[in-house]
């Protein structure tokens, strides 16, 4: 199920930072360093650029966000509808990548 534009229309300061900040409780400094890469930008022909909104695409950094996302955003919502409404067997897979 892919999203719609990738992880590029996420706002830094949304949803991903707060369900970053559910995931990572107790080590604030984590936290401090994955909104830091958020906020890093790109380097485009040699010439930095402010990155406003999502992640960058391709980053090191951009698995481990997807899979915190999908799992808040989707795991659950699946987890949800399969125990409510689901009949039968179900399988779900997904991966970042």
């Not at 707060?18 to 380097?43: N, P, S, Y």
């Not at 966000?65 to 897979?93: E, M, T």
């Amino acid at each position: 199920m892919p999203t719609s534009g990738g992880f590029t229309t996420l706002s830094t300061t949304g949803w991903l930072v707060k369900f970053i900040e559910h995931r990572v409780k107790t080590d604030r400094r984590v936290l401090r360093l994955i909104q830091k890469w958020l906020k890093a930008g790109v380097l485009e022909e040699g010439k930095r650029i402010q990155s406003e909104v999502g992640t960058v695409q391709g980053g090191s950094i951009s698995p481990l966000l997807s899979n915190i996302y999908l799992h808040y955003v989707l795991d659950l919502w699946v987890q949800q509808w399969r125990q409510k409404q689901a009949h039968g067997d179900v399988i779900f897979v997904r991966f970042a990548r």
